[in-house]
């Protein structure tokens, strides 16, 4: 499946932008990974933009990616991405036995905290966002409070980076696409 292919499926089944956006962010930080460690960007960047495509559409437990994974199938997405998209949820049983499947359960939640705190900075920007302003944020329980910090500190151990470091890479992966995101702000590009 292309690049193309794969967003034209996040498309047909996703309406809401900010979902669209946050697997948009995990492509990014995918393909980041799958870049500094030799591995298929491509390959890397697409489960990354499919893992959720059918939350809409699914947005329960029960169903969430068990029944994507279906249309996944249907629409000739190799099984070897359906399974690493069922690995993201840990209630399929479906192990997070590869560097990939780690890396994805790695950067699923951390991306919705990284742009959270983007967009209450003054600059409502990535560009000028650093992992010690998400650190800051990390200790106020309420800021943010949907999301599982534990979750994301136990991803990034098993994925074998160290958080802060993680977080650092999720921003830079982010910036590169931040006028997609619409992270860019009052803020320009650095050269």
Request: charged share 30%; aromatic share 6%; proline share 3%.
């Amino acid at each position: 499946m292309t690049r193309d292919e794969a967003l034209a499926l996040v498309r047909e089944f996703v309406k809401n932008e900010g979902l669209v956006r946050h697997m948009l962010s995990v492509e990014a930080a995918m393909r980041f990974y799958a870049e500094k460690f030799g591995e298929d960007a491509e390959l890397w960047g697409e489960l990354g933009l499919l893992h959720d495509f059918d939350w809409e559409i699914h947005p329960t437990l029960e169903q969430h990616p068990q029944a994507g994974s279906v249309i996944l199938r249907e629409r000739g997405v190799s099984e070897d991405i359906v399974q690493d998209v069922l690995s993201h949820a840990d209630h399929t049983g479906v192990p997070r036995d590869t560097l990939r499947r780690k890396a994805l359960a790695a950067c699923d939640e951390i991306t919705g905290l990284v742009t959270a705190v983007a967009l209450v900075r003054p600059s409502r920007s990535l560009y000028d966002l650093e992992a010690s302003s998400v650190k800051k944020k990390w200790k106020d329980k309420a800021f943010a409070a949907g999301t599982d910090r534990s979750e994301m500190e136990h991803s990034a151990q098993a994925f074998g980076v160290e958080l802060w470091e993680h977080v650092g890479n999720v921003i830079q992966a982010m910036r590169r696409i931040a006028p997609e995101l619409d992270l860019v702000g009052n803020l320009k590009p650095s050269a």
